[in-house]
């Protein structure tokens, strides 16, 4: 299509993140998901008149995590302010967030064209509730009001979906490695705002944008920006202007809807709370959280690239998720070099993540543990079962819940490593065939395949394999 190589696409993004304190921004209701309705509530959260805000330290710690995470500046000292406007979901008629002065400013996300996407800035603020249409009448929900939420706001820097979407990706996994949110994306703890905007290639000024309002899945953001794309390129194609509006992504058709005219901030009336102090962040703090900081995503990646010499695609996997990561580094410990990283990488990659997925599995208590995977890629280490039985015997594990060595005898599948075991039936296979020992001898070298498969058929596959190649050799040396 023309239009798509007629203009730039420009994309800024302002995500809402839940950050995963025990409890609210301003209150101590509590914060867990699917409670029942209404129940996490109290006179501050549901805005009673004189009900008085207590700030939240440890919204602070989970802040300044992020700052570091993304290499921003960290404002000593930031406000709150009220953002007014009425909503039936917002019962004190103002949201508690950081307006003029927020407390972090800058920083970015790196992605892997090399491209930094800056960040303007992040901020503290609180949830609105939940409305909930039914068919006849509307209900509100008010358990997810007072929520601390971070805002992040990235310049407009972005250039396709595919960036828009790598973006948010990179993004919701550092939040998830910093331990600051669970960044659940069905659960509404991590939906963007997505602005669009075209300009004619070259030019520098940005055109009128549209806020495509809170999407929580990446293919829906990228149907919203290829929708957005067109609609705005076809207004622009016949001479019309953008205007600048509020819209919502309808699933169904995958178009945008208007949902209302874009606000300017003096339409929300800001001013600073008079209920709440600055917030004042010390260099001390800024120290104690630094010696707290996790390894992030792109430190983890370079380590296994680099150091453990994994390839790109296998990095990628393995550090694409924390407890993903922590999980593999636990295997590389337990089986302390029983096998190599790259034998214990497919083994998590092919046989376990798979398994995870299917039965979605949380990482960080999944149903069958560390250990329980550890003894049996011991097992097969050992060379007790081949990788063929090792496999066998993790989906029995799961259907049983039992231990990998339990699994191993209930299906029959132990290896025999007892040479005096296995020689004695070699023996007896060498005399039973005398015949193709004498053609052996003689060079008809296809006769050896047949002696082995017979070992094996009488051991019902359970010895060794190596073992018997050994000892038939050794046997037929003994006969020449
Ligand atoms: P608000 O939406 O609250 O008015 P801002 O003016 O700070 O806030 O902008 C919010 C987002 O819009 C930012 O992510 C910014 O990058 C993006 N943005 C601003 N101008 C444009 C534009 N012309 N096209 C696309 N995105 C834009
Ligand atoms: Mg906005
Ligand atoms: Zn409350």
């Not at 009001?145 to 990235?154: F, M, N, R, T, Y």
């Not at 560390?370 to 090792?390: K, P, R, Y």
């Amino acid at each position: 299509m023309s239009q798509q190589t007629k203009y730039e696409t420009v994309i800024g993004l302002e995500v809402h993140c839940q950050l995963s304190t025990e409890s609210k921004l301003f209150c101590s209701c509590p914060t867990n998901f699917g409670a029942d309705v209404n129940k996490n509530t109290c006179p501050v959260c549901l805005g009673y008149p004189g009900a008085l805000p207590v700030f939240n330290e440890k919204v602070i710690e989970y802040a300044v995590l992020f700052a570091l995470g993304v290499g921003a500046e960290i404002k000593p000292k930031s406000y709150f302010a009220r953002k007014q406007y009425f909503y039936p979901d917002l019962p004190k008629g103002y949201q508690i967030t950081q307006f003029d002065k927020p407390y972090c400013e800058g920083g970015g996300i790196l992605l892997s064209s090399g491209k930094k996407i800056n960040l303007i800035r992040a901020h503290i603020e609180e949830d609105a509730g939940k409305s909930i249409h039914a068919e006849e009448y509307s209900y509100i929900d008010l358990n997810r009001a007072g929520i601390p939420l971070l805002e992040i706001v990235s310049e407009p820097e972005l250039r396709t979906a595919a960036e828009a979407s790598e973006y948010l990706k990179k993004l919701r996994m550092l939040v998830k490695y910093l331990g600051i949110s669970d960044a659940n994306l069905e659960e509404g703890s991590f939906r963007c705002d997505a602005n669009i905007s075209l300009r004619k290639h070259g030019d520098l000024e940005y055109g009128t944008r549209c806020e495509v309002k809170n999407l929580n899945s990446y293919r829906h953001i990228e149907q919203a920006i290829h929708y957005e794309v067109l609609r705005q390129s076809d207004l622009l194609d016949n001479g019309e202007k953008v205007v600048q509006q509020t819209l919502l992504f309808e699933e169904s058709s995958g178009k945008t809807k208007p949902m209302r005219g874009k606000e300017d901030a003096h339409d929300y009336r800001y001013f600073s709370d008079p209920d709440l102090k600055a917030i004042v962040v010390s260099s001390d703090l800024v120290l104690q959280v630094k010696a707290r900081m996790p390894k992030l995503p792109d430190q983890v990646y370079q380590h296994f690239t680099g150091n453990l010499g994994l390839t790109h695609q296998d990095a990628t996997v393995l550090s694409s998720d924390k407890n993903v990561a922590n999980f593999y580094e636990q295997l590389l410990t337990n089986l302390d070099s029983k096998l190599n990283e790259k034998q214990i990488a497919n083994w998590l990659i092919e046989t376990y993540l798979p398994a995870s997925q299917q039965f979605s599995w949380d990482l960080a208590k999944p149903e069958i543990s560390i250990d329980a995977f550890t003894s049996l890629l011991v097992m097969f280490s050992e060379g007790s079962i081949s990788s063929t039985a090792a496999k066998k015997v993790f989906l029995y594990m799961i259907e049983t819940k039992k231990t990998a060595k339990e699994c191993v005898t209930e299906l029959g599948l132990d290896q025999v490593n007892d040479k005096s075991v296995i020689v004695e039936t070699v023996r007896k296979v060498l005399a039973d065939n005398a015949l193709q020992v004498e053609e052996l001898k003689s060079g008809k070298q296809k006769v050896y395949g047949y002696l082995v498969g017979q070992v094996m058929k009488s051991s019902k596959g359970k010895f060794n394999p190596k073992l018997v190649n050994q000892l038939l050799q050794e046997l037929l040396d003994e006969y020449k």
